[in-house]
């Protein structure tokens, strides 16, 4: 069995149930899966603190600035119900 990127689960899984689902451009190593909420379209959830490290990894921030990037061009930006949520996850 071929292993999948979590873009391609994603893509495979939206496809398969018929959901459109937006995701953030240059985090796709950092998708966790998709969020349910009652009466709402699924969203596509991420790991917030992988979005940091990936923009400290590829573009070179340190994690101060890669905190305030992210917070202004990413974890702000609304593109309306099926905006993308940031989880900070427990233990990490």
């Not at 939206?14 to 969203?43: C, Q, S, W």
């Not at 702000?76 to 905006?83: H, K, R």
Request: hydrophobic content about 40%; glycine content about 8%; overall charge negative.
């Amino acid at each position: 069995m071929e292993k999948t990127t979590p873009r391609q689960w994603l893509d495979a899984y939206a496809d398969e149930h018929e959901l459109r689902l937006l995701t953030a451009n240059g985090f796709d190593e950092a998708i966790l899966g998709i969020v349910y909420r009652k009466g709402m379209e699924p969203i596509t959830l991420y790991d917030r603190g992988k979005c940091i490290r990936i923009l400290m990894t590829r573009d070179g921030m340190d994690r101060e600035g890669a905190e305030e990037f992210f917070s202004f061009n990413v974890d702000d930006s609304w593109v309306g119900e099926a905006t993308p949520a940031y989880a900070i996850l427990a233990n990490k």
